[in-house]
């Protein structure tokens, strides 16, 4: 059964969640117990973020009629080295999975696999306009659809 998806809410979640990864983390005067809870507390935001905006981007392109699905958590090396939620799909007939980075506006698709860092280069990747950040430095899940739409067909 088909997971329904409330867009508007999902995003609206993901982007509050986002928004909080900008706000300032502890005073310099926080032990170092605490400037770890930051970071755990910073990542787990990330990946909570990326978690809804990849339900968003499915659901977008769900409705275009391509099929993918949401994947585990990976780490796009060309990006940094934290942990997303990415998507399955498949690129030119090959499986693929697409970590999805809140606020980037470059999008790489990788040879699926069970490694959550991708080490393999890009099968693709896809450069949004300029234009598709907002000032928050959100990047809309409807702008990421309609970019990987032509790749995923």
């Known amino acids: 059964m088909a997971k329904t998806v409330d ?5 609206q979640d993901a982007r509050a969640r986002f928004t909080e990864l900008r706000t300032a983390a502890p005073d310099g005067q ?5 400037a ?10 990330l990946i909570a973020a990326s978690d809804g905006l990849a339900d968003a981007v ?10 993918v699905r949401t994947d585990q958590v990976r780490v796009d090396p060309a990006e940094n ?4 939620i990415a998507l399955a799909c498949t690129v030119g007939g090959a499986p ?15 040879p699926a696999g069970t490694d959550i860092v991708l080490a393999q280069p890009p099968l693709v990747t896809v450069d949004l306009p300029a234009d598709a950040r907002a000032g928050d430095h959100w990047v809309g899940a409807a702008a990421i659809a309609d970019a990987l739409e032509p790749h995923l067909r």
């Open 7 to 11: 867009l508007a809410r999902v995003e």
């Open 30 to 34: 926080a032990e170092e117990h605490d």
């Open 36 to 45: 770890r809870y930051a970071d755990i507390l910073r990542r787990a935001r």
């Open 58 to 67: 499915a659901a977008h392109l769900v409705g275009k009629g391509i099929e």
């Open 81 to 84: 080295d934290h942990q997303v």
């Open 96 to 110: 693929a999975v697409l970590p999805l980075h809140p606020g980037a506006t470059t999008l790489r698709l990788y």
